[in-house]
């Protein structure tokens, strides 16, 4: 199993687009520009100005649920491949938060993540943000910080925040990866995949 498999959720949360790539007003519309810009077009730069003018307006307007949305993407932006592929941009142009560098960007990630769902903890009924935001937790502490017990943990709390969202809409159909029957099922392969205890 790959992290991308992970990654697959932010597609379901923020859909890539083509169009408006500098300079537009709508907060999510830049979120969705900059996934585009540095998963498919290799300009991470660009994608990190876009995230955080989103960052800036959701905080302008005290926008929490958008803000947290913003943190989680820039955990992913952390951990892309577009930042290697273009080292010399990244070590010459440095990051916007900075605090960050090419060489602690997967435990800034972490620390994104970890402020989203801070964020979440303390709005109503945001439990499918949650779940996806402890799976990508458990994804990243499993591959970028080789944290077995605290991976397990997210991806615990992952399925619990899923079950929370079910009990609240339990009309709402989950959309879970191909070949799974259930979210459950899905998060018992990676838990296995894992090592997970039991």
Not at 53 to 58: D, E, I, L, S
Not at 82 to 95: A, D, E, Q, V, W
């Amino acid at each position: 199993m790959k992290v991308v498999i992970g990654f697959v959720f932010i597609i379901l949360f923020t859909a890539c687009s083509h169009k408006s790539l500098v300079d537009h007003s709508n907060a999510y519309q830049k979120l969705r520009d900059a996934l585009y810009l540095y998963k498919y077009k290799n300009r991470p730069l660009l994608a990190e100005k876009l995230i955080f003018q989103a960052m800036q307006k959701f905080q302008a307007h005290d926008n929490q649920r958008g803000l947290c949305i913003a943190y989680r993407d820039y955990a992913f932006y952390l951990q892309s491949k577009s930042l290697t592929l273009n080292l010399h941009k990244i070590k010459k142009h440095g990051f916007r938060d900075q605090e960050v560098t090419f060489e602690n960007r997967f435990v800034k990630a972490l620390e994104y993540f970890e402020r989203s769902i801070e964020i979440l903890k303390s709005l109503q009924h945001s439990y499918d943000l949650l779940t996806n935001l402890y799976l990508s937790k458990g994804f990243a502490l499993h591959y970028h910080h080789n944290d077995k017990t605290q991976a397990c943990q997210a991806l615990h709390e992952s399925l619990k925040a899923h079950q929370q969202h079910q009990a609240f809409l339990p009309h709402s159909r989950p959309v879970v990866p191909k070949g799974y029957e259930s979210y459950k099922a899905y998060i018992e392969r990676v838990k296995k995949e894992f090592k997970c205890k039991k």
